[in-house]
């Protein structure tokens, strides 16, 4: 007879004795049942999160980034992750609802007086960001010139799950069309980002990758996904009418 499925964590703890560190593996054996009891019991406590956020006027991704670190292996939840392919599939998940849930509530006759400028900040405006941020690293940490700009990279892009997040509480009441650049920038922005750090991650892992041969691809990738965009958006508006 088969045993029923478990998942199986492993929690890596580092231990360090007369200057050797010595390194333990601890394998904890945890039930399918009690993992949905947890991850229950977390929506749960974000949607009241979000409930009580309304009304005081806060954003809610800040009590969910508090619920995650309390939750988490730092914190008295003490949840142990360590799965970078099962996160990045819940990230890009997580960032299609998003982008499409802030794009549903965004109407186009208030984005498109704004439409140049919100390429520029999203393609320009990530490329500075990086720039500036990678030169700051690169003079007060000391990193290389690539592990600097990777840095600014990954943190160049806004986030739209926080712009979002704060422009639809009601405290925020913004004049003109900065709210509506706001969110055509935030909704926009991510594919410069991505493609700037993993262009930055093939040339770490890669020095004979030069800077050019990324070129192509970068016309390629941004040619290819707003011609697709563009068709999936056309077919889904005619599917659902």
């Known amino acids: 007879m088969r045993k029923p499925a478990h998942l199986r964590l492993y929690c890596n703890r580092t231990l360090e004795n007369l200057g050797e560190k010595n390194r333990y593996t601890y394998a904890m054996t945890i039930s399918v049942e009690i993992i949905f009891i947890g991850v229950s019991l977390l929506l749960l406590i974000s949607v009241l999160a979000s ?3 309304d009304r005081l006027g806060v954003p809610a991704l800040l009590l969910f980034l508090l619920i995650g670190m309390l939750a988490g292996s730092d ?4 949840i142990y992750f360590d799965d970078p ?3 990045q599939f819940i990230g890009v998940v997580a960032l299609i609802l998003i982008l499409f849930s802030g794009g549903l509530d965004t109407e186009w006759k208030s984005v498109r007086p704004v ?3 919100g390429l520029v900040l999203a393609t320009l405006g990530v490329l500075i960001t990086t720039l500036v941020l ?7 940490l000391g990193f290389s010139w690539l592990e600097s700009l990777l840095v600014g990279a990954i943190v160049s892009s806004t986030d739209a799950a926080a712009v979002f997040s704060v422009l639809g509480s009601r405290g925020v009441n913004l004049k003109g069309r900065l709210k509506p650049l706001l969110e055509l920038e935030s909704g926009s922005n991510d594919p410069m980002a991505v493609f700037l750090t993993i262009g930055l991650l093939q040339l770490i892992t890669q020095p004979n990758v030069s800077w ?8 390629q990738q941004m040619a290819v996904g707003a011609a697709v965009g563009y068709v999936m958006g056309v077919a889904a508006q005619f599917l659902v009418n």
């Open 51 to 53: 409930k009580i956020t």
């Open 134 to 140: 990678g030169g700051f690293i690169r003079f007060i």
């Open 115 to 117: 439409l140049r400028e």
């Open 85 to 87: 392919g099962l996160a």
């Open 75 to 78: 914190g008295p939840g003490g």
């Open 212 to 219: 050019w041969q990324l070129v192509p691809l970068f016309i």
